[in-house]
């Protein structure tokens, strides 16, 4: 073989072998999730919803020759460590998207550092400012809680119930749920008669409810996540107070009903189905979804699976999706994302566009109540 031909061999096997590796080469995408801290019964399960969903998406052969590679941080919930780790996923570790935070707060710390990095992040907390007004690379998963308050709003008017306290928490998530309720009063005929608040760390609330008795309103209704809304639930039963009381999507697990345990009974919330999927009627698009999705949790960690993990189920989907339709940059990724039409998840039905980055409608919640330590439709 003389040398030219020699050459013409080796630069062939070359490429041949450059070609193969750049094919077989992983996608990493992002997470920042709140494992471990006072919100790890949020992040716990999104973290296991990502990862079970994108060793599935693997063993099945990835996507266009690609598999997907998580590369997930524990947040602890503090959205100083959550800008940290977020530099860290750009800079060190080459992510092409982001999931996550769990919470709005923490959401709300990272969004300018992927923007001015031009990073789509796909959020899974629930903060309506967090997508509105729009951002060209932030979206969100989580049903946003404009969409919440309108449930319940729409329960209690249908049920002549025309005024209420409203007790939030004083995070991301509590003050964006309070300044909804206090924007949409209006709209339901609603009138607030009290409106306090209460902090992330706060173990007792006796203080607060005993002046919500004292103005003597038809509801009550508390926007947060746990643990304090399990106190609320303990603390309206200490006192004796039978005022209904109604509870924010922050809460829609099972987890919520174990910290509360016997307050828990008959609490009203909005909620994504996938907590009352089995008792869906099956004319419901959502309802086979999602019981494949609790079923899969189930097998994988032997328990059961909520809405928070399928916020980052849907996530990494759209992602997957995005990819499929010819994605492989972030900037494609977020173009894609953009376009995605009628993608049927676990928090609802998917459509995003140029005006909308949340891209959920009022058909993702059901009204759902607690009865016998477990979820109820509320018809």
Not at 28 to 53: D, Q
Not at 190 to 211: E, N, W
Not at 297 to 321: S, T
Request: aromatic share 6%; hydrophobic share 40%; charged share 20%.
């Amino acid at each position: 073989m003389n040398v030219k031909v020699m050459s013409f061999v080796i630069a062939t096997v070359t490429l041949l072998f450059s070609v193969s590796v750049f094919a077989a080469a992983p996608i990493k995408i992002g997470a920042l999730f709140a494992v471990t801290g006072p919100a790890a019964f949020l992040g716990e399960p999104e973290r296991n919803s990502a990862k079970m969903v994108i060793d599935e998406i693997n063993k099945a052969g990835g996507v266009k020759g690609h598999k997907l590679e998580l590369v997930a941080y524990d947040t602890s919930g503090d959205a100083t460590k959550a800008v940290q780790l977020a530099t860290k996923l750009i800079k060190d570790d080459k992510v092409v998207a982001i999931i996550g935070p769990s919470t709005t707060g923490e959401t709300m710390a990272v969004i300018p550092v992927t923007e001015k990095a031009q990073i789509p992040l796909i959020s899974c907390s629930a903060g309506s400012k967090i997508t509105d007004p729009i951002k060209k690379w932030v979206f969100k998963t989580a049903q946003n809680d404009s969409l919440a308050v309108g449930k319940i709003y729409e329960y209690l008017q249908k049920t002549k119930q025309t005024s209420v306290s409203i007790l939030t928490v004083s995070d991301g998530f509590g003050a964006s749920g309070r300044e909804q309720l206090k924007s949409q009063a209006v709209k339901y005929g609603i009138k607030i008669v009290s409106d306090d608040t209460y902090g992330p760390k706060d173990t007792d609330m006796t203080a607060q409810l005993t002046k919500i008795r004292g103005a003597h309103p038809q509801a009550i209704i508390c926007w947060g996540t746990n643990p304090g809304p399990a106190v609320i639930a303990k603390n309206a039963r200490q006192l004796g107070i039978k005022t209904p009381l109604f509870m924010s999507h922050g809460v829609s697990s099972k987890k919520f009903i174990e910290l509360a345990g016997d307050a828990a009974e008959g609490i009203k919330l909005p909620s994504g189905k996938v907590v009352v999927s089995d008792l869906l009627p099956g004319s419901d698009k959502q309802k086979k979804p999602l019981m494949a999705f609790v079923k899969d949790y189930q097998n994988h960690y032997k328990a059961e699976g909520d809405h928070f993990g399928g916020h980052a189920w849907d996530a990494v989907m759209l992602i997957r999706n995005a990819i499929e339709n010819g994605a492989g940059s972030a900037a494609t990724i977020r173009d894609q994302l953009e376009k995605s039409k009628g993608f049927a998840g676990i928090g609802g039905s998917f459509t995003y566009s140029a005006q909308d980055h949340a891209g959920l409608g009022k058909d993702a919640f059901v009204l759902v109540e607690v009865k016998n330590k477990d979820w109820v439709i509320v018809k």
